[in-house]
């Protein structure tokens, strides 16, 4: 789990969390991680992350873009677990990376509050029958366009 102690990120624009750190699997980024990392600009997940923890992004004011390395799935992401304000007051936030909406089991209140640039926020289907019952973007904490 990436944790965010070293705090090494609050100058950087962009960042790009490895699969593998200190030889094990990277599964998630935890609460508050990148908090208040006012320079960051985007985010590149690895496939592996399926956990984002609560306010893990929340005050990235310039944070634009997160993506997924995920080529099967078009970027989607297999993140189970969305956390309470994960991306808010993320102002510039133009786009998230799809979620698997048959894999998503929890989405955080207010996740993307304050998120006034992003337009959308997909939940592509995977595989398994079911479909998302996120579908009021309010319920989202998401006041996008």
């Known amino acids: 789990m990436l944790d965010g102690?070293?705090?090494h990120f609050l100058k950087?624009?962009?960042?790009v969390v490895e699969g593998f750190a200190d030889g094990k699997k990277t599964v998630g980024i935890a609460e508050g991680a990148f908090a208040d990392c006012v320079e960051l600009m985007s985010v590149k997940l690895p496939v592996s992350v399926t956990e984002i923890g609560a306010r893990?992004?929340?005050g990235c004011l310039a944070l634009?873009?997160?993506v997924c390395d995920n080529p099967i799935l078009g970027g989607a992401c297999f993140v189970?677990?969305?956390g309470e304000y994960a991306f808010s007051g993320c102002g510039s936030l133009e786009s998230v990376p799809a979620f698997a909406a048959d894999k998503l089991v929890s989405f955080g209140q207010y996740a993307f509050s304050g998120c006034g640039s992003l337009r959308?926020?997909?939940?592509?289907?995977?595989?398994a029958a079911g479909k998302s019952t996120l579908t009021d973007r309010h319920s989202l904490g998401w006041n996008g366009k």
Do not use: E, L, M, P
């Open 120 to 127: 959308r926020c997909h939940f592509r289907q995977t595989g």
């Open 5 to 7: 102690t070293q705090r």
């Open 56 to 58: 893990a992004f929340s």
């Open 64 to 66: 634009k873009t997160v």
């Open 80 to 82: 189970v677990s969305v």
């Open 12 to 15: 950087t624009t962009d960042a």
